[in-house]
């Protein structure tokens, strides 16, 4: 079962071969008010095998140069076909009848739906072959959908949107167009597997460690698969990214015994969290998260003292004379006998310990107490104050000392570079 959207000009002759050759079991005809009259001169015209089973439906437009009154009309033949039960591959739009507007309304108009496309040319035509088609020497010219070429614009979108750190939003573009009808197999395979990676940096990004390993394994596979099969050599940069990635994640898998204790692979990954929320703009998102790398360095450090220190539940023993009577003072929880330390008083503790985190905050501290104050007045944690560029850039200058780990750092995507063929096989 199949479908015809049709344009109708002045000369019959074009749409009856059209309409002859595709054997629609459906076709709209889409015509001006002065055009209309010749649809049943067409109809007239058809093979008696294909008249009697033919359905017709008309839409007519009223200004046919006006490109938005072309386009809605255009937009109804759309819906009217789909309303007939017709699935977009079943579709074909002929364009060549009607005014320049009204064809170029029902390319527009139908492109992204995944229809074929057809045109009728002819071999001779008057004026020295500059004018109309001679009657009798039509042809039929088939197209497949040109979504792949307008997959560009939306690969650009998807690249832009993954650059830029919105995962859910670039996840959402390819499963979009993964799902279009009339894309062509070789660019909907490369997106499939592009699509578990972008769903594993999405899970990374939200701190859902666990999921990632087998969305980047799903990925990776596959990406390899289409670049050994389509000779796609731009994918080895974006392939060495993801590598160099789960090594990361291997070392923190490993470090945090499956990502259920502190790491200083944590502290490191909530760095580069903070800068992706910093190049978002979202600089107190991004102080927040520095905080909390900040913390989590101090705690990282004292659990790794013999004995282990756990800030929430600090013993009185392990806690230097110098600051025993004041940290019992502030910070001793009574029901349980020992101390919990919020973050200056862990790094002052780090400090009396002669641990080098804590010297470090020590020997900066007046520093660290200008930009810790300017955390809590933010409006995400005590405050609602707002910060800008300046405070982060000097929070994360601050925090360089906290750990030796190396940020994780993901992929830009170039998509251009990616789908480029290798010279040997554009040769071919």
Same mark, same amino acid.
């Given at each position: 079962?199949?479908?015809?959207?049709?344009?109708?000009?002045?000369?019959?002759?074009?749409?009856?071969?059209?309409?002859?050759?595709?054997?629609?079991?459906?076709?709209?005809?889409?015509?001006?008010?002065?055009?209309?009259?010749?649809?049943?001169?067409?109809?007239?015209?058809?093979?008696?095998?294909?008249?009697?089973?033919?359905?017709?439906?008309?839409?007519?437009?009223?200004?046919?140069?006006?490109?938005?009154?072309?386009?809605?009309?255009?937009?109804?033949?759309?819906?009217?076909?789909?309303?007939?039960?017709?699935?977009?591959?079943?579709?074909?739009?002929?364009?060549?009848?009607?005014?320049?507007?009204?064809?170029?309304?029902?390319?527009?108009?139908?492109?992204?739906?995944?229809?074929?496309?057809?045109?009728?040319?002819?071999?001779?035509?008057?004026?020295?072959?500059?004018?109309?088609?001679?009657?009798?020497?039509?042809?039929?010219?088939?197209?497949?959908?040109?979504?792949?070429?307008?997959?560009?614009?939306?690969?650009?979108?998807?690249?832009?949107?993954?650059?830029?750190?919105?995962?859910?939003?670039?996840?959402?573009?390819?499963?979009?167009?993964?799902?279009?009808?009339?894309?062509?197999?070789?660019?909907?395979?490369?997106?499939?597997?592009?699509?578990?990676?972008?769903?594993?940096?999405?899970?990374?990004?939200?701190?859902?460690?666990?999921?990632?390993?087998?969305?980047?394994?799903?990925?990776?596979?596959?990406?390899?698969?289409?670049?050994?099969?389509?000779?796609?050599?731009?994918?080895?940069?974006?392939?060495?990214?993801?590598?160099?990635?789960?090594?990361?994640?291997?070392?923190?898998?490993?470090?945090?015994?499956?990502?259920?204790?502190?790491?200083?692979?944590?502290?490191?990954?909530?760095?580069?969290?903070?800068?992706?929320?910093?190049?978002?703009?979202?600089?107190?998102?991004?102080?927040?998260?520095?905080?909390?790398?900040?913390?989590?360095?101090?705690?990282?450090?004292?659990?790794?003292?013999?004995?282990?220190?756990?800030?929430?539940?600090?013993?009185?023993?392990?806690?230097?004379?110098?600051?025993?009577?004041?940290?019992?003072?502030?910070? $001793?929880?009574?029901? /349980?006998?020992?101390?919990? *330390? &919020?973050?200056?008083?862990?790094?002052? =503790? %780090?400090? +009396? #310990?002669?641990?080098?985190?804590?010297?470090?905050?020590?020997?900066?501290?007046?520093?660290?107490?200008?930009?810790?104050?300017?955390?809590?007045?933010?409006?995400?944690?005590?405050?609602?104050?707002?910060?800008?560029?300046?405070?982060?850039?000097?929070?994360?200058? $601050?925090?360089?000392? /906290?750990?030796?780990?190396? *940020? &994780?750092?993901?992929?830009?995507?170039? =998509? %251009?570079? +990616? #789908?480029?063929?290798?010279?040997?096989?554009?040769?071919?």
């Amino acid at each position: 079962m199949t479908a015809l959207i049709i344009s109708v000009g002045g000369s019959p002759e074009p749409i009856v071969k059209s309409v002859t050759e595709h054997a629609p079991d459906f076709v709209c005809f889409y015509s001006s008010e002065q055009t209309a009259e010749i649809i049943g001169q067409i109809k007239a015209q058809l093979p008696e095998s294909l008249r009697g089973r033919l359905r017709n439906r008309n839409v007519i437009v009223e200004s046919v140069e006006d490109l938005v009154t072309c386009y809605e009309k255009a937009t109804e033949c759309g819906s009217i076909v789909e309303g007939q039960g017709f699935a977009p591959h079943d579709v074909m739009v002929d364009y060549t009848g009607g005014t320049k507007t009204m064809s170029a309304a029902l390319v527009l108009a139908t492109v992204a739906r995944g229809y074929k496309f057809s045109y009728v040319s002819g071999t001779h035509r008057t004026k020295d072959g500059v004018g109309i088609v001679v009657d009798g020497t039509e042809v039929v010219h088939r197209g497949e959908n040109p979504w792949d070429i307008l997959a560009l614009g939306e690969g650009q979108r998807i690249e832009w949107t993954f650059n830029h750190h919105h995962f859910e939003v670039a996840v959402q573009l390819v499963e979009d167009l993964t799902r279009r009808e009339g894309l062509s197999s070789r660019v909907r395979t490369f997106y499939q597997a592009l699509l578990p990676l972008m769903r594993g940096y999405l899970y990374w990004d939200r701190f859902e460690h666990q999921k990632i390993g087998r969305s980047f394994a799903e990925g990776t596979k596959e990406l390899k698969r289409y670049r050994d099969t389509t000779g796609l050599v731009g994918l080895d940069p974006l392939l060495a990214a993801v590598e160099d990635n789960k090594k990361f994640l291997d070392n923190l898998q490993q470090d945090s015994a499956g990502f259920k204790r502190m790491s200083a692979f944590h502290v490191a990954d909530l760095q580069a969290n903070a800068m992706r929320r910093a190049e978002e703009g979202k600089y107190d998102d991004a102080i927040a998260r520095l905080y909390r790398a900040l913390e989590l360095a101090a705690q990282i450090a004292l659990l790794h003292r013999d004995p282990p220190i756990e800030t929430d539940k600090v013993l009185l023993q392990s806690v230097p004379s110098s600051l025993t009577s004041e940290f019992k003072a502030r910070y $001793l929880d009574r029901d /349980t006998a020992t101390l919990k *330390l &919020p973050l200056v008083a862990a790094y002052r =503790l %780090l400090g +009396a #310990l002669d641990d080098p985190v804590g010297h470090h905050f020590r020997s900066r501290f007046d520093e660290y107490r200008v930009i810790l104050a300017a955390r809590n007045s933010s409006i995400l944690a005590h405050g609602v104050a707002v910060h800008g560029r300046e405070a982060f850039e000097k929070f994360l200058d $601050l925090m360089q000392g /906290t750990t030796a780990e190396p *940020l &994780p750092r993901f992929p830009q995507l170039d =998509l %251009l570079v +990616a #789908l480029k063929p290798s010279q040997q096989l554009a040769a071919r």
